[in-house]
């Protein structure tokens, strides 16, 4: 069975700060990673995955097979960031999300 | 690029109704999902099409759930009867032919659906 852990459901920081959204997995196979953002009022999309190893809009997540964790950071966030984040797994030909977590970047 | 369509946006029913959701990928996506998101949770795949046939519906119950996409591009689900517990976010998503490796799913805006 695949499994996705994000472990806090809401997530407050001054702009400015850095910010780290935690994200486990549990997968018996060789995992790839997503994470998902939706903004308010739009439409769910994709922000980064493991694979291409890229930095989109400042974040990065690195995958730690040891850990089984992807977390994703930001060394600075800004308020645009504010939105709901889900890490996503897909195991299977299959995409199993995480529950989310809502990031407020206070001004 | 036109993104994926959904209809309706919002629907309210009575339990033990019946209710119908219209699915359009994005032109060219061969696979098609659909999600259950409830409230406070992820989206959950209900079932994935790969052009008209099902790859996956596993978690779709099947005693009340159908969909179809019977021409490989347009696709609907259905719930009869619903129940209380059905109330959710139903989200479609489309992509191209995973290749073996990593892709991105485009999601439509979804339906709420409100069972009372």
């Known amino acids: 069975a695949q499994r996705v852990t994000q472990p806090e459901k809401l997530l407050s920081v001054f702009k400015g700060a850095p910010v780290e959204l935690k994200c486990n997995y549990s997968?018996?196979?060789?995992?790839?990673l997503f994470w998902y953002v939706q903004y308010s009022r739009q439409r769910l999309q994709l922000l980064l995955r493991h694979i291409s190893r890229e930095s989109i809009k400042g974040f990065t997540a690195d995958l730690n097979k040891g850990e089984t964790s992807f977390h994703l950071k930001k060394p600075f966030a800004q308020e645009e960031d504010s939105a709901m984040y889900y890490c996503a797994l897909k195991g299977n030909y299959k995409l199993t999300f995480g529950k989310g977590t809502l990031l407020t970047v206070n001004p | 690029e036109a993104g994926v369509a959904q209809s309706p946006r919002y629907k309210i029913i009575e339990k033990r109704q019946s209710v119908a959701f219209w699915c359009n990928p994005i032109?060219?996506?061969?696979?098609l999902y659909w999600y259950q998101q409830i409230l406070g949770q992820g989206p959950k795949l209900l079932i994935q099409?790969?052009?008209?046939?099902?790859?996956?519906d596993s978690q779709l119950p099947k005693d009340r759930f159908s969909a179809e996409r019977l021409k490989g591009v347009d696709s609907t689900l259905k719930i009869q009867p619903a129940k209380l517990e059905d109330s959710a976010v139903y989200l479609c998503?489309?992509?191209?032919?995973?290749?073996?490796?990593?892709?991105?799913?485009?999601f439509g805006p979804g339906t709420r659906l409100t069972v009372t």
């Open positions: 032109s060219g996506h061969a696979t």
């Open positions: 997968y018996s196979g060789s995992p790839e």
């Open positions: 099409f790969q052009n008209n046939g099902v790859v996956d």
């Open positions: 998503a489309s992509s191209q032919p995973g290749g073996g490796g990593a892709y991105e799913q485009y």
